[in-house]
């Protein structure tokens, strides 16, 4: 069964930086994810949906939310999905999850789409104190 699982989350200062890190498990490949088609950072803020917030390809196309663009940077690093979150404020609070998709159907949708994804971390949080 694959699993992702995320780290790095914690608290930090409005201003400060942190690093998310997500590892996969549960299959042969030593890609992240099986060698993805989309790797995707998501986050949940308090009492808002689900969004995106980076996406990385196979091609390595980076795509980010326009909340986060020049701040935070999408990467592989050592078979590994990571999310490099620099200046952050307040409203960057949130619950922060790792997604893959596996299918090259995916190509086809918005990386925003939640539903393109085919597997999923259970999220660590990210607290930013103003």
């Known amino acids: 069964e694959v699993q992702l699982a995320e780290s790095g989350g914690g608290s930090v200062e409005s201003g400060g930086s942190l690093r998310l890190s997500c590892a996969g498990s549960g299959y042969l490949n030593r890609r992240y994810c099986m060698g993805y088609y989309r790797a995707a950072w998501f986050r949940q803020r308090p009492g808002l949906e689900r969004e995106g917030v980076a996406m990385?390809?196979?091609?390595?196309t980076e795509n980010y939310a326009d909340s986060v663009k020049g701040r935070f940077t999408i990467s592989e690093v050592r078979n590994r999905l990571s999310l490099e979150m620099n200046a952050l404020k307040s409203e960057d609070t949130a619950v922060y999850y790792c997604?893959?998709?596996?299918?090259?159907?995916?190509?086809?949708?918005?990386?925003?789409?939640?539903?393109?994804?085919?597997?999923w971390g259970q999220g660590t949080q990210v607290t930013v104190s103003s």
């Open positions: 997604a893959c998709a596996v299918k090259r159907r995916a190509l086809s949708r918005s990386w925003l789409e939640s539903d393109s994804y085919d597997y």
């Open positions: 990385i390809d196979n091609y390595a």
